[in-house]
């Protein structure tokens, strides 16, 4: 089955810096990649995802790249504000045709922005 | 719009009793999927539905899980009979068909088994 790394587990930046996480995926035939946002005792909330038709998304400081030869994809979070304090989560799944599939989670990233 | 909604929200039940878990997922999702979040195992996923039919349940860890979908609107997660290494939160989600569609995820429930 699928399995998905993700580093570091734990990363503290300035506010007002970058930050990026990263992951990789074993199987090749994935070609789904979200990120999940969750603070404590809440929810998992989606805050981007890409396709593996596309190399790169956007969304205003956040943005997604994926290397599909090299299976590996990044979440970077720019001009870092207190609120972007949380656990980060990449996920992995293979959806063929119209359908879906579970989600196989990375073990998520503790981000500390510092003030 | 209504968010997928989960009950109860927490839970605690001492070991050997039967536990529910109930869901109910956003109108018009195809989609349903259970998943359990420890601090040693992370997010897994347990089972999915489409259309109300089990379509991957290698997740459900052990005979003492089961999950049913009786109808688009309804879905439950039964643990019987409970152990303390059952628990955990576990979270409900739903997703539309159409080729990796987003998953939206319940509030999830908190399981203390004593």
């Known amino acids: 089955g699928e399995n998905v790394e993700q580093h570091p587990s734990t990363l503290s930046v300035q506010e007002g810096d970058s930050a990026v996480i990263k992951c990789t995926y074993s199987?090749?035939?994935?070609?789904?990649f979200p990120w999940y946002k969750q603070e404590l005792g809440k929810r998992p909330q989606l805050i981007i995802d890409?396709?593996?038709?596309?190399g790169e998304k956007k969304d205003q400081r956040i943005a997604v790249t994926l290397n599909k030869t090299a299976k590996h994809f990044s979440l970077h979070i720019t001009e870092t504000q207190p609120e972007d304090s949380a656990v980060y989560f990449c996920?992995?799944?293979?959806?063929?045709?119209?359908?879906?599939?579970?989600?196989?989670f990375g073990k998520g990233t503790h981000l500390i922005i510092q003030p | 719009d209504a968010g997928v909604i989960q009950s109860p929200r927490h839970e605690v039940t001492e070991m050997g009793q039967e536990v529910t878990l109930r869901c109910k997922p956003i109108s018009g999702h195809d989609y349903l999927f259970w998943y359990r979040q420890t601090m040693m195992r992370g997010l897994e996923l347990l089972i999915y539905?489409?259309?109300?039919?089990?379509?991957?349940d290698s997740g459900m860890p052990e005979d003492r899980f089961s999950a049913k979908m009786p109808n688009a609107s309804f879905s439950t997660l039964k643990i019987q009979p409970s152990e303390p290494r059952d628990s955990a939160v576990y979270f409900c989600a739903s997703s539309r068909t159409g080729g990796n569609q987003p998953q939206h995820f319940g509030d999830g429930t908190r399981l203390s088994i004593l």
């Open positions: 890409i396709r593996s038709n596309v």
């Open positions: 199987d090749s035939a994935s070609n789904y």
């Open positions: 539905f489409n259309n109300n039919v089990p379509i991957d």
């Open positions: 996920a992995a799944s293979i959806g063929s045709g119209g359908g879906a599939d579970g989600l196989t």
